[in-house]
C-alpha cells in the first residue's frame, strides 16, 4: 500500500507567553510617558542662543572633543532623506511573513516585535525626556531661528531614527537566522540589517540633529534589542527569559543562564 508522505511540520525557535504581552503593554505605557516629558522639555531659548553666538569658540569647547567637530552640521536635505530609510525599516520584519515557515508563526512573530519596539521606544523617550542636549545644528549660525530655536532642539540624546531603524532591521535579521540558519542569504541580511541603520545615522549627522556619540549610543541600543528579544525566547538558548512562581506563590521573572 503506498505511502502518503507527511506535509513537512515547521515548529517555530521561540517560546512566548502571556508575559510578552505584558511587558509590550509596559514598554507602550513607558514610551507615551517619555514622550510626555519631552514635550514639556524647554526649547533653546533666545538668551542661550545669544551666549553661544557671544563667544562659538567657548561654546563648542563645551562639547567633549569626540564630538565637538559635528558642532555646526545643518543640511536640510539630509534630514528628509533620512526618514526614508527610517520609515521603510518598519515594514522589513513583515518581509518574513513571505515565507510560509514564518507566516504560520505571524502572531508570534508580532509580538516579538512588538515587543522589540515598545521596549526601545520606552528607553528613547524615558532618556531622552530628561536629558538636554542641544542639537549640532543650534550651533550653525547661517540656519534660520526655526532651526536654531526649534522646540526639539535639545533632545540630541540620544539618536531615536538610528535607534529604532537599528531595532528593527536587527530583528529581522535574527528572526531568519533563526528560521533559516543554513541560508546562503544570511551573510547579505545582516550587512543589509548593519548598514541600513549606519546610513540614517550618517544622514541625521550630517543633517545636524545628532553628535557621532548620540548615533552610536543609540545604534547599540537598537541593535541590541532586535537581537536580544528574539534570542532570549528562543527554545534551548543558553540564554532565556523565565517566570517562577516563589514560597508565596508570587510570579517573579529573570533570566536563566546555562553553561
Same mark, same amino acid.
Given at each position: $500500500?503506498?505511502v502518503? *508522505?507527511?506535509?513537512?511540520? %515547521?515548529t517555530?525557535?521561540?517560546?512566548?507567553?502571556w508575559v510578552d504581552?505584558?511587558?509590550?503593554?509596559?514598554? =507602550?505605557?513607558?514610551?507615551?510617558w517619555?514622550?510626555?516629558i $519631552? /514635550?514639556d522639555?524647554? +526649547?533653546?531659548?533666545a538668551?542661550?542662543?545669544?551666549? =553661544?553666538? *557671544?563667544?562659538m569658540a567657548?561654546?563648542?569647547?563645551?562639547?567633549?572633543a569626540?564630538?565637538?567637530?559635528a +558642532?555646526?552640521?545643518?543640511?536640510? /536635505?539630509?534630514?528628509?532623506?533620512?526618514d526614508?530609510? #527610517?520609515y521603510?525599516?518598519?515594514?522589513?520584519?513583515?518581509?518574513?511573513?513571505? %515565507?510560509?515557515h514564518?507566516?504560520?508563526n505571524?502572531?508570534?512573530?508580532g509580538l516579538?516585535?512588538?515587543?522589540t $519596539?515598545?521596549?526601545?521606544g520606552?528607553?528613547?523617550a524615558?532618556?531622552?525626556?530628561?536629558?538636554?542636549?542641544?542639537r549640532p545644528?543650534?550651533?550653525?549660525q547661517?540656519?534660520g531661528?526655526?532651526?536654531?530655536?526649534?522646540?526639539?532642539?535639545?533632545n540630541?540624546?540620544y539618536?531615536?531614527?538610528v535607534?529604532?531603524t537599528?531595532?528593527a532591521t536587527?530583528f529581522? *535579521?535574527?528572526v531568519f537566522?533563526?528560521?533559516?540558519?543554513?541560508?546562503w542569504? /544570511?551573510?547579505?541580511?545582516?550587512?543589509?540589517?548593519?548598514?541600513v541603520?549606519?546610513?540614517?545615522? #550618517?544622514?541625521?549627522?550630517?543633517a545636524?540633529?545628532?553628535?557621532?556619540?548620540?548615533?552610536?549610543?543609540g545604534y +547599540?541600543i537598537?541593535a541590541?534589542a532586535g537581537?536580544?528579544?528574539?534570542?532570549?525566547h528562543?527554545?534551548?538558548?543558553n540564554?532565556?527569559?523565565?517566570?517562577?512562581?516563589? #514560597?508565596?506563590?508570587?510570579?517573579?521573572?529573570g533570566?536563566q543562564?546555562?553553561?
Amino acid at each position: $500500500m503506498p505511502v502518503k *508522505a507527511q506535509q513537512e511540520v %515547521h515548529t517555530s525557535p521561540y517560546n512566548t507567553s502571556w508575559v510578552d504581552g505584558v511587558i509590550s503593554a509596559g514598554g =507602550i505605557a513607558a514610551s507615551y510617558w517619555g514622550l510626555t516629558i $519631552m /514635550k514639556d522639555k524647554k +526649547a533653546v531659548s533666545a538668551e542661550e542662543l545669544r551666549l =553661544i553666538d *557671544a563667544d562659538m569658540a567657548a561654546a563648542r569647547a563645551r562639547i567633549p572633543a569626540f564630538d565637538r567637530w559635528a +558642532a555646526g552640521n545643518y543640511n536640510l /536635505k539630509a534630514k528628509n532623506i533620512s526618514d526614508i530609510p #527610517f520609515y521603510g525599516s518598519f515594514g522589513l520584519p513583515f518581509l518574513l511573513l513571505a %515565507h510560509e515557515h514564518t507566516r504560520q508563526n505571524a502572531p508570534q512573530i508580532g509580538l516579538l516585535y512588538l515587543e522589540t $519596539m515598545s521596549i526601545t521606544g520606552a528607553l528613547f523617550a524615558q532618556v531622552n525626556g530628561r536629558v538636554n542636549r542641544i542639537r549640532p545644528s543650534v550651533y550653525n549660525q547661517t540656519a534660520g531661528d526655526d532651526v536654531r530655536l526649534d522646540d526639539k532642539g535639545k533632545n540630541s540624546f540620544y539618536g531615536g531614527h538610528v535607534t529604532a531603524t537599528a531595532a528593527a532591521t536587527f530583528f529581522a *535579521a535574527k528572526v531568519f537566522n533563526d528560521y533559516f540558519p543554513n541560508s546562503w542569504a /544570511k551573510p547579505y541580511i545582516w550587512a543589509g540589517a548593519a548598514i541600513v541603520p549606519a546610513s540614517v545615522g #550618517f544622514l541625521r549627522l550630517k543633517a545636524g540633529k545628532h553628535f557621532l556619540s548620540d548615533n552610536l549610543i543609540g545604534y +547599540a541600543i537598537g541593535a541590541g534589542a532586535g537581537i536580544l528579544v528574539p534570542h532570549l525566547h528562543k527554545r534551548n538558548s543558553n540564554i532565556s527569559l523565565i517566570q517562577r512562581n516563589d #514560597f508565596f506563590g508570587n510570579t517573579t521573572f529573570g533570566l536563566q543562564c546555562r553553561f
